[in-house]
């Protein structure tokens, strides 16, 4: 891992989804979040206080970047529920089956190199009846967009630590054995179209 990686693009990332816009969306679906809950690529720990303490027993975190668990673990320290960050050893999620109430994914589905797999962990580790909640960014359902989509994707790649712009997330979501309860879309305010088409909502386990 280069300097820019290790140093610079977790300051990056932690200012670049810490818009308003994209805050707004935070503050929608991470208070749904309750009991036991893993949130995947949880950063810089942009969710943290929007968790609903009265909804929360405890909460796991996933990242592999140690530099962004430092600044989530300053923004955990004064939480009323027990936080624990795990690293990434492999591709396969660190916890048993069946182990958590809700998964929580937040703007990382566009940077998992496999992301029908990481989604299949996910509905490993929920239990029986348990929800996923996830707010993303992806592919826009206009044509001019999504070409520029395309033609601009390579670099921001580069730049954004593997970030796409174009997935198409409900596909993906169901592709991984899962099926969406809830949804809504839209191109958030303030944000460019080509990076700011946005899915959330919740799914369940077909």
Same mark, same amino acid.
Not at 163 to 170: D, K, M, S
């Given at each position: 891992?280069g300097f820019?990686?290790?140093?610079? *693009?977790?300051? $990056?990332?932690?200012?670049?989804?810490?818009t308003?816009? @994209?805050?707004?969306?935070?503050?929608?679906i $991470?208070?749904? !979040?309750?009991g036991t809950?893993?949130?995947?690529?949880?950063?810089?720990?942009?969710?943290?206080?929007?968790?609903?303490?009265?909804? /929360?027993?405890?909460?796991? %975190? *996933?990242?592999?970047?140690?530099?962004?668990?430092?600044?989530?673990?300053e923004?955990?320290?004064?939480?009323?529920?027990?936080?624990?960050?795990?690293?990434?050893?492999?591709?396969?999620?660190? #916890?048993e089956?069946?182990?958590?109430? &809700?998964?929580?994914v937040?703007?990382?589905?566009? &940077? @998992?190199?496999d992301p $029908? &797999?990481?989604?299949?962990? +996910?509905?490993?580790?929920?239990?029986?009846?348990? &929800? #996923?909640l996830?707010c993303?960014h %992806?592919l826009?359902?206009?044509?001019?967009v999504?070409?520029?989509?395309?033609r601009?994707?390579? /670099?921001?790649?580069?730049?954004?630590?593997?970030?796409?712009?174009?997935?198409?997330i409900?596909?993906?979501?169901?592709?991984?054995?899962?099926? @969406?309860?809830?949804?809504?879309? +839209?191109?958030?305010?303030?944000t460019?179209?080509? !990076?700011?088409?946005?899915?959330?909502?919740?799914?369940?386990?077909?």
């Amino acid at each position: 891992m280069g300097f820019y990686e290790k140093h610079v *693009l977790p300051h $990056v990332i932690n200012c670049a989804c810490a818009t308003k816009p @994209i805050r707004y969306q935070r503050r929608k679906i $991470v208070p749904l !979040a309750g009991g036991t809950v893993l949130e995947i690529g949880i950063g810089t720990g942009l969710n943290l206080e929007y968790y609903d303490p009265a909804r /929360v027993t405890r909460l796991i %975190g *996933l990242d592999p970047s140690e530099e962004s668990w430092k600044l989530a673990g300053e923004r955990a320290a004064n939480l009323p529920f027990p936080v624990e960050f795990v690293g990434l050893p492999g591709e396969r999620i660190p #916890l048993e089956d069946a182990s958590v109430d &809700t998964v929580l994914v937040t703007y990382a589905l566009c &940077t @998992i190199p496999d992301p $029908v &797999t990481a989604l299949e962990g +996910m509905r490993r580790v929920l239990k029986p009846g348990g &929800t #996923l909640l996830f707010c993303e960014h %992806g592919l826009a359902p206009d044509a001019g967009v999504r070409t520029w989509q395309g033609r601009l994707n390579p /670099v921001w790649k580069r730049l954004f630590g593997g970030c796409n712009l174009h997935r198409p997330i409900p596909a993906l979501i169901e592709k991984a054995g899962f099926r @969406i309860a809830a949804m809504e879309t +839209m191109y958030l305010p303030g944000t460019p179209r080509f !990076a700011g088409f946005n899915y959330w909502g919740t799914a369940r386990s077909a």
